[in-house]
Each structure stands twice: as C-alpha cells, then as structure tokens.
C-alpha cells in the first residue's frame, strides 16, 4: 500500500503570507496526486488535480507542484477564507490513500 | 447541477448492519465510478471503496473488505454500501464521491456528498 506523509501537520500563518505545505508518497504515483480543501463541518473541495491542474472555478492563489514521489501545496496569499484543513490524495493505485492532513490556522 | 446526497446513517450495535445510499443527479450517472470515503471523529480521511459505472470493477479497503458490500442501481441513480458486522472503529461520516473522469475508474474525486454519519456503540 502506498503511504502518504504530508508535513506539517499544523501550520499558523498571517494573512498575506506564502503557506507551503509538502507531500511524500512512499513509492512513485507518477502525476497522480490530488489536494483537497476541508472546512469543519463540510465534505472535502477538491482544489489541485494531477499534481498542479487547478481545478475549474478554484482560485489561483492556490497551486500545485511536483511528481514521482514529493509533493507541494502553495497559497501565494493567505486569505481568511483558507482557514481549513488539507488533505493530498494519490490514485496511482488502490487502496487509494490521504496524508493525514494540515490544519491551516491564522495567526 | 452535479448533486450527490447520503442517506440511512444512524447507530447501530457492534456487531450489526446498516446500509447506506448515495443518490446522484445533474450528469450521467451510469458512466461515473463512485467511491465512498469515511472520516472518524476528529481525524483524516480514509478511502473505502469504489463501484465503477457498469460495475465491472469493484474493490475494497482491507479494513472492510469481507464485511461491506458496494452496489449500484443506474436505473436509479443510486449507489449503495451495505455493512455487515459493524465495529466501533467504523464509526465515522461517510461521504460518498464521484471520479472526476467519465468511464475511467481511476480518477480525482471532484463532487462529494454531505455526508452520513454512522455511530457504532452499545
């Protein structure tokens, strides 16, 4: 089974900052890996495909890097709309799997 | 508008059974795999299983596999998950998602449910 290793998992930030959040896959996914945005209460958003295609209608503050094994997740700045958590996603192969997620706080 | 909905969520003994729908609409649903997802109190999301849309592929996590049982009825735009002997540590919401491609089983998931919440305690 693949494993994901996402770091940190907590972050506090200001408002305006540049956030950057990593994602290990413990064998090659390729392109395969998906980022997911989850606010309390409320099911997860998908926000990054295939490592960095913005998804349609998701704003571009938010994007995606990487392949093979290592992951990034940036906000190029903070708004207090992304107060959430985040989760990254490899389809690579089954069972499909999540990172434990980060939880992205204001500071 | 793409729209999934979870219902038959509730609290059951360890042991027991329940089963849970997922009904779709605003696309073509017999040519989207759909996948359920559970998250238990307080911690991150676990992958469950996937149903493709003329159901020739199936597949489980290990956690469940034996126990839950994945269907489809694209007559009636609905997907169902059937569990069987229930334990605590399937206590959880279950979402249930669509892939994001058509045909293909392999896919981001680009449409979630709200969620159904599934509390296993005696």
């Known amino acids: 089974d693949i494993q994901m290793t996402q770091s940190p998992s907590s972050l506090s930030a200001s408002v305006g900052d540049r956030v950057t959040i990593t994602c290990q896959a413990s064998?090659?996914?390729?392109?395969?890996l998906n980022w997911y945005q989850q606010k309390p209460g409320t099911a997860p958003k998908l926000l990054i495909f295939?490592?960095?295609i913005l998804e349609t209608g998701v704003s571009s503050r938010f994007s995606g890097s990487g392949s093979g094994t290592y992951f990034t997740f940036t906000i190029s700045s903070l708004q207090p709309d992304d107060i959430a958590t985040y989760y990254c996603h490899q389809y690579d192969e089954v069972p499909y799997s999540f990172g434990q997620g980060t939880k992205l706080e204001i500071k | 508008e793409v729209h999934l909905v979870e219902s038959g969520g509730g609290l059951v003994k360890p042991g027991g059974s329940l089963t849970l729908s997922c009904t779709a609409s605003?696309?073509?649903?017999?040519?989207?795999?759909i996948h359920w997802v559970r998250q238990a109190p307080g911690k991150g999301l676990e992958w469950v299983s996937y149903i493709s849309g003329s159901t020739n592929s199936i597949s489980y996590a290990d956690s469940v596999k034996g126990r839950f049982t994945i269907s489809r009825d694209n007559s009636k735009n609905s997907v169902s998950l059937a569990m069987d002997g229930l334990r605590v540590e399937d206590t959880a919401v279950y979402y249930c998602a669509r892939s994001a491609f058509v045909v293909v089983v392999a896919a981001p998931f680009d449409f979630w449910g709200q969620g159904a919440v599934v509390t296993v305690s005696s």
């Open positions: 064998q090659d996914i390729t392109k395969y």
């Open positions: 295939d490592a960095s």
């Open positions: 605003g696309f073509d649903f017999s040519r989207y795999t």
